[in-house]
């Protein structure tokens, strides 16, 4: 059973940092794509960045050139650097990785004050 655990998620101001982190139970070599999403309050859940199965990178529009997604497969977790945080960024954010099925973790809040 997959298990994906999100972390770092908090309340700062406008301008600032998080950067989260997602521990996978067992090797992250596994899955064919990883990833984040958001769900920004009363609106659908979005693609935020991921690796592809390809093994490439894709943002979405939005947090392009503020947000970097890396990983490190020794310790089989997933970053999201965010910088420049700005108000419209406020959401739940969820690790999500897929290897036949779709895994998602239980998410972790980020709310950025003006």
């Known amino acids: 059973q997959v298990q994906l655990v999100e972390s770092g998620g908090g309340l700062v101001q406008a301008g600032g940092s998080l950067r989260l982190s997602c521990a996978a139970s067992?090797?992250?070599?596994?899955?064919?794509?990883m990833g984040w999403y958001r769900q920004p309050p009363g609106k659908q859940r979005e693609l935020v960045a991921v690796f592809t199965s390809g093994g490439s990178t894709n943002y979405a529009d939005s947090v392009k050139g503020r947000f970097t997604i890396s990983r490190d497969n020794a310790k089989n977790t997933l970053y999201l650097q965010m910088n420049s945080l700005k108000p419209e960024d406020t959401a739940v954010y969820y690790c999500h990785a897929r290897m036949g099925n779709y895994y998602w973790g239980q998410g972790t809040q980020v709310t950025i004050s003006s």
């Open positions: 067992g090797s992250i070599f596994r899955f064919n794509v």
